[in-house]
């Protein structure tokens, strides 16, 4: 190995580690944001200061290779974006919120270990994450127009559904392959993956996603390649609001 490639590792563990030190102070801004925002009703700027905060410890997750941190700041992010939407912060929030906080610790204590093992830690995020849900099922929508977008939700909106939206392929398939959905709406045309390279991964993949219904809504009319693996191919016309809620009904029976 080089001088140069070792200077290099030396200063990415660096990095690392600063950022490892770092991390409890963020959880202590975190929980300090998140009692303010139920004693404040959903102040806004409380909320936006969080949001941002989840959000770029998101990115340093991926950047430092620390996907369970990715995948648990998603999962913070769904739980601060649906408290928001029902301006609803009350004490379940902050039972959740707290909680996912507390897992971000634990993060730091496990990567800190020669061998790290965050099993417990996943075990514990997928139990957060179906209290949450209350019974309902998460879908991933992924389409590049915010305004389908939106007209997918709204058509959905009377179904016991938890949906996350994203506009491009690849992060699409990054959430698909590290955190559980019960289905996935495609638009075929993303950013970056087009719906069908993006589902021929998940399909090849060894994820818990592997085998999710999936729907893909297109205008085209050629021929869908078989190793995608849509259940459902729901064409954008004046019935498409009509036939998504089927399909997803028949879906998720299924």
Same mark, same amino acid.
């Given at each position: #190995?080089?001088?140069? #490639?070792?200077?290099?590792?030396?200063?990415?563990?660096?990095?690392?580690?600063?950022? $490892?030190?770092?991390?409890?102070?963020?959880?202590?801004?975190? =929980?300090?944001?998140?009692?303010e925002l139920e004693r404040s009703t959903g102040d806004r700027?409380?909320?936006?200061?969080?949001?941002?905060?989840?959000?770029?410890?998101?990115?340093?997750?991926?950047?430092?290779? @620390?996907?369970?941190?990715?995948? $648990?700041?998603?999962?913070?992010?769904?739980?601060?974006? =649906?408290?928001?939407?029902?301006?609803?912060?009350?004490?379940?929030?902050?039972?959740?919120?707290? /909680?996912?906080?507390? @897992?971000?610790?634990?993060?730091?204590?496990?990567?800190?270990?020669?061998?790290?093992?965050?099993?417990?830690? =996943?075990?514990?995020?997928?139990?957060?994450?179906?209290?949450?849900?209350?019974?309902?099922?998460?879908?991933?929508?992924?389409?590049?127009?915010?305004?389908?977008?939106?007209?997918?939700?709204?058509?959905?909106?009377t179904l016991p559904l938890q949906l996350t939206v994203v506009?491009?392929?690849?992060?699409?398939?990054?959430?698909? @392959?590290?955190?559980?959905?019960?289905?996935?709406?495609?638009?075929?045309?993303?950013?970056?993956?087009?719906?069908?390279? #993006? #589902?021929?991964?998940?399909?090849?993949?060894?994820?818990?996603?592997?085998?999710?219904?999936? @729907?893909?809504?297109?205008?085209?009319?050629?021929?869908?390649?078989?190793? /995608?693996?849509?259940?459902?191919?729901?064409?954008?016309?004046?019935?498409?609001?009509?036939?998504?809620?089927?399909?997803?009904?028949?879906?998720?029976? /299924?």
């Amino acid at each position: #190995m080089s001088t140069n #490639m070792k200077a290099f590792q030396a200063l990415l563990a660096g990095m690392r580690e600063a950022f $490892l030190d770092e991390l409890p102070e963020r959880c202590n801004g975190f =929980e300090t944001l998140i009692l303010e925002l139920e004693r404040s009703t959903g102040d806004r700027e409380t909320f936006n200061e969080l949001y941002r905060g989840v959000h770029s410890l998101k990115g340093s997750g991926g950047t430092h290779g @620390l996907s369970i941190l990715t995948t $648990l700041c998603h999962q913070l992010e769904n739980l601060l974006s =649906e408290a928001d939407a029902r301006q609803d912060f009350g004490s379940r929030f902050t039972t959740h919120a707290l /909680a996912y906080v507390d @897992l971000l610790r634990q993060v730091r204590h496990q990567a800190h270990r020669d061998t790290p093992d965050y099993s417990g830690i =996943e075990a514990d995020l997928e139990a957060l994450r179906l209290s949450s849900l209350q019974s309902r099922k998460a879908g991933l929508i992924a389409e590049s127009s915010a305004t389908l977008a939106g007209f997918y939700q709204q058509a959905l909106a009377t179904l016991p559904l938890q949906l996350t939206v994203v506009d491009n392929g690849l992060t699409a398939l990054e959430r698909l @392959l590290h955190e559980p959905f019960d289905f996935v709406i495609v638009g075929r045309e993303l950013k970056e993956l087009n719906g069908i390279a #993006m #589902m021929a991964a998940l399909r090849a993949s060894q994820t818990r996603n592997q085998k999710i219904p999936a @729907l893909l809504v297109t205008s085209r009319r050629d021929a869908i390649p078989d190793h /995608a693996g849509f259940n459902a191919v729901i064409a954008r016309d004046q019935n498409q609001a009509g036939n998504l809620v089927a399909a997803v009904r028949a879906a998720l029976a /299924a």
